[in-house]
């Protein structure tokens, strides 16, 4: 359930910023659209590690919070990149729709 509710926020908040964007005459989205999907969830998830880190983790040795840092960093990266390739597939396909239902005049 959760994983659904993250990509329809996702689908929401990349549609919405690409509206804008497009709206105020600004037409180079895509990399826009990926880092909105992207880079808000990397930034939680940095957030939470680090929180995680300070708080939750009983600090053993010097090298268990660096591998901890390395191996979460790597994971928040690759949930990152997921998360912005499906914003961007969802902007495309808003601005594949809103383009395909225009007429030529």
Same mark, same amino acid.
């Given at each position: 359930?959760? !994983? $659904?509710?993250?990509?329809?926020?996702?689908?929401?908040? %990349? +549609? &919405?910023?690409?509206?804008?964007?497009?709206? $105020?005459?600004?037409?180079?989205?895509?990399?826009? %659209?990926?880092?909105?999907?992207?880079?808000?969830?990397? +930034?939680?998830? =940095? *957030?939470?590690?680090?929180?995680?880190?300070?708080?939750?983790?009983?600090?053993?040795?010097? +090298?268990?919070?660096?591998?901890? &840092?390395?191996? #979460? *960093?790597?994971?928040?990266?690759?949930?990152?990149? !997921?998360?912005?390739?499906? #914003?961007?597939? $969802?902007?495309?396909?808003?601005?594949?729709?809103?383009? $395909? %239902? =225009?007429?030529?005049?």
């Amino acid at each position: 359930i959760t !994983a $659904s509710l993250l990509f329809i926020v996702i689908f929401e908040t %990349s +549609i &919405i910023s690409t509206y804008l964007r497009l709206n $105020s005459g600004d037409y180079r989205w895509q990399w826009k %659209s990926f880092f909105i999907g992207g880079g808000s969830i990397f +930034i939680y998830l =940095m *957030t939470y590690t680090i929180y995680y880190l300070i708080f939750k983790i009983k600090k053993v040795d010097v +090298i268990s919070p660096i591998l901890y &840092i390395v191996y #979460a *960093t790597t994971l928040n990266v690759l949930v990152a990149v !997921a998360c912005g390739s499906f #914003a961007l597939v $969802s902007s495309s396909w808003f601005v594949f729709s809103i383009y $395909s %239902s =225009m007429k030529n005049e």
